[in-house]
């Protein structure tokens, strides 16, 4: 024990310089690459910058032997789907690894089916494999509020929330755990689970898209998988985007991406159709109005 | 007497962070991980209870080690190792194992000579601890 202090007094310095940390960790590449590569979320990139500025700070203060506990991490991301969840938790996940709070920085995505058991003594095993998996990373929990299901007093949901919450507290360098789901289902989750709430840190909220940003997503996506839109075209994806989003089960950029991928089918058909002699590559990348205009959303009809 | 085998043989026991960091070479090797445990020192028995499934895809040590602990804390007062299975074509055998936790008390073997034909002494070994039945070795 007393060696240990001894060399953490030779170790410390006496001053750090923390934009160059910022820099050279890579957290500056990670962050700005989140800037530019997610439209809209503002609230939630102000949280993350706000996180990672206070991950940066507590490495600091260790250098200098101010030793703080180490600080918790977990956390819970609660918006309707579609609206980046999975996304941002790659990046989070990026960003623990360079900051040095995760080992590995790999993600590891589960739902219930993949904690819970389907008969007695199933539960334990299952929950831990997967924990053991996540070690060095973050574990991702999509739909976590589906774990307790108070309706059925057997239901096997409760023990794999009893061993998560006891991984989550003795392992809390080992990994890091991201609960998300829809807002209201995760505040019902938590008020049911004191537990839990006590043991994440940190709640993030993720706003729906305007209906501006939802176009300006269609197009990353578009450009993303080398198609292009013109100008009419855009104005179909505009239209498109305000009538599905008055229509059920709309998924903000899920939607978006689904709408892009029909849109393709149907200008293969197109082109399929109307090609007699050589193409061109300008030819096979243009998404032309009729493509998106074709979709039963303008019809009335979901679009599923 | 301090029963050694394995890779590490030569060295004091190692700490938990020492375990973690060869498991970790380990894994970037891209070995297999598993626990095994017994109340048999012999040096000739060779087969070990297995503590769970052999851990293929855990890309972190301390998932290792978290299963190590839990085995510690069920059969503590036993010889527990670690084994890295090599699963590459033409390897598929063990490539290190190394003995992680061990009795307080290790009473050690009893040397017993038997005189053959022609004078000759065969010699033969047993461990003391082994006059008690299976699970009531080490307390």
Redesign the interface.
Known sequence: MANEVEEKVVKAVSEVNLKEDFQSSGVADILSELDNSLIGLEPVKTRIKETASLLLVDKAREKLGLVSESPTLHMSFSGNPGTGKTTVALKIADLLHRLGYV??G?LVSVTRDDLVGQYIGHTA?KTKEV???A???VLFIDEAYYLYRPENERDYGQEAIEILLQVMEN?R???VVVLAGYKDKMDKFFESNPGFRSRVAHHIDFPDYSNDELLEIAEVMVAGMNYKFNKGSIKAMAEYIELRRKQPHFANARSIRNAIDRARLRQANRVFNNSDGPIGANFLSQIEDVDIRQSRVFSGGIDK | MRVTQGTFSFLPDFTDQQIHEQVQYCIDNGWALSIEHTDDPHPRNTYWEMWGHPMFDNPDAAAIVFELNECRKVYGSRYIKIIAFDPSPGWESIRLSFIVNRPSEEPGFKLSRTEIKGRNIQYSITPYSSDKPQGSRYK
């Open positions: 080992r590995k790999h095993p924990l053991k998996k070690m060095g990373g392992n360098d080992d990994l």
